[in-house]
T-cell receptor, first 117, second 114 residues
Framework: AQKVTQAQTEISVVEKEDVTLDCVYE???????LFWYKQPPSGELVFLIR??????QNEISGRYSWNFQKSTSSFNFTITASQVVDSAVYFC??????????????FGTGTRLTIIP | NAGVTQTPKFRVLKTGQSMTLLCAQD?????MYWYRQDPGMGLRLIHY???????AKGEVPDGYNVSRLKKQNFLLGLESAAPSQTSVYFC?????????????FGPGTRLTVL
């Protein structure tokens, strides 16, 4: 069974500091996809990134970067030079490719990030 | 292009009452999903649909029913509401039956059952 653990329930940092959100996953499949979603105070979930299990290259998008390590089953998310607009709940999620016709996302419990001005 | 919309945004029910939540998407997506979000538990899948006329159970289906009569609409019904169903409900849709497709979410419905 697939499982996603986000051990950090809440994090607070001062604006302009860097912050890393941890995500650890469990799966028996060799092919799977990992996602990060952002839920700002408005409530709607916004897709940030997708990574497949065969691509361990780190990805950078502006101030955001993602570190995928299969050896530790982790897919961590770093925000550099944080801003108040980054305040949100962030969810990591996992989808196993072997379930065609039964695709489901398993979400972690989320990390609430607060950026203090 | 409205994306995924949900009706209503807020609702208060008394125990035992029934209601239907409506989800609509205009992206011609095949897959649609209903989740509930509770504090400290992330999002949990209630039911989902892989196409018009189909539905399937998710992780927490008890007490809910769904219907997908039209491709663009996915209805979630509570026949006899219970306080344990107080939650925020999210609808989502995705392009097709592949694990790599990201899901697009609606704005949510906050439901309180007294």
């Amino acid at each position: 069974a697939q499982k996603v653990t986000q051990a950090q329930t809440e994090i607070s940092v001062v604006e302009k500091e860097d912050v890393t959100l941890d995500c650890v996953y469990e799966t028996r499949d060799t092919t799977y996809y990992l996602f990060w979603y952002k839920q700002p105070p408005s409530g709607e979930l916004v897709f940030l990134i997708r990574r497949n299990s065969f691509d361990e290259q780190n990805e950078i998008s502006g101030r955001y970067s993602w570190n995928f390590q299969k050896s530790t089953s982790s897919f961590n998310f770093t925000i550099t030079a944080s801003q108040v607009v980054d305040s949100a709940v962030y969810f990591c999620a996992l989808s196993e490719a072997g379930n065609f016709g039964n695709e489901k996302l398993t979400f972690g419990t989320g990390t609430r990030l607060t950026i203090i001005p | 292009n409205a994306g995924v919309t949900q009706t209503p945004k807020f609702r208060v029910l008394k125990t035992g009452q029934s209601m239907t939540l409506l989800c609509a998407q205009d992206m011609n997506h095949e897959y649609m999903y209903w989740y509930r979000q509770d504090p400290g538990m992330g999002l949990r899948l209630i039911h989902y649909s892989v196409g018009e006329g189909t539905t399937a159970k998710g992780e927490v289906p008890d007490g809910y029913n769904v219907s997908r009569l039209k491709k663009q609409n996915f209805l979630l019904g509570l026949e006899s509401a219970a306080p344990s169903q107080t939650s925020v409900y999210f609808c989502a849709s995705s392009y097709g039956g592949y694990s790599y497709n990201e899901q697009f979410f609606g704005p949510g419905t906050r439901l309180t059952v007294l």
